[in-house]
């Protein structure tokens, strides 16, 4: 058995390069890294590695998480600028005993000294979305985040029983110079046991933290629920409680994929694209109805 589970329908290409990994008997950890890989150097995702959106002083700044079902080792990058593809840089400082986490400038100087690409991540479309969104808000006005949202994150499981987990994104245009998302954040954007499964998600960063959903959904499944059972029960519980507290949630669109193989998905919004992988179909592009 092998599988994979992906957001958006941007990353099919990269799922079909996975795929192949999988279906020869490749890790889940290459199938990760090459799909990720695939949607950052596309240039026009605009929320993910090269061409993303820039933030409100127009610099590049990418998060990227990755995390390995078996040791729960992880690595991740935070507002990393001028690197061609964060999400390798992840998975090498996941395998390191500490410093697994780095920001900034520390993070770019790692990726530099390790011999990873340097690219200007700014294109020139990124630019021309810059001035038009600035023209709209008003030279004056605050500027304020873009709600369309497009993080890439992934749940792969190889032949051998593995599984990993990764994201990727440059996070919501306009944002604070040094603001962080819940993709690199291990719980919110993502969380793999490989024992159990793993999960992911894509929407507004500050919500997903406050449920830390990517950790609700595999301790749910833990618990015994059903990937899509525990899904559904992560978001729209989250949604429910906030609302209880008086709190409207932005968007959120969570995916997971269980140690069988089996999948689920369940997001607060139409037209929620992603990519599902397995032996028998192939990749796949869905896309839901807002439930619950
Ligand atoms: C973030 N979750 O940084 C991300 C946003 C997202 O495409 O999904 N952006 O909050």
Known sequence: MWAMIATWRMALEGVQDAELILKNGGTASDAIETAIQAVEDFPYFKSVGYGGLPNRKMEVELDAA???GQTLGFGAVCGIQDIANPISVARR??????NNVLVGQGARDYAIAQGFETKDMLTDRAQIHYHNRQKQLGLDD???????HDTVGMVALDQAGLMVAGTSTSGLFMK???RVGDSPFIGSGLYVDAQIGGASGTGMGEDIMKG??????VRLMKAGKSAQEACQTAV??????MANRGTSV???SMIALAADGSWGVASNIDNFSFV???PDQGSQVYVTRRQG
């Not at 605050?142 to 369309?148: E, F, K």
């Not at 830390?212 to 959904?217: F, R, T, W």
């Not at 729209?236 to 409680?241: G, H, I, Q, S, V």
């Open 93 to 98: 400082l996941s395998r390191l005993k500490a």
């Open 236 to 241: 729209f519980d989250f949604e429910r409680d």
């Open 276 to 278: 599902v992988a397995l």
């Open 250 to 252: 932005g968007d959120i």
């Open 142 to 148: 605050n500027l304020v985040p873009y709600s369309g």
């Open 66 to 68: 990755y995390m390995d």
């Open 212 to 217: 830390i959903l990517s950790y609700e959904i």
């Open 176 to 178: 604070e110079p040094g």
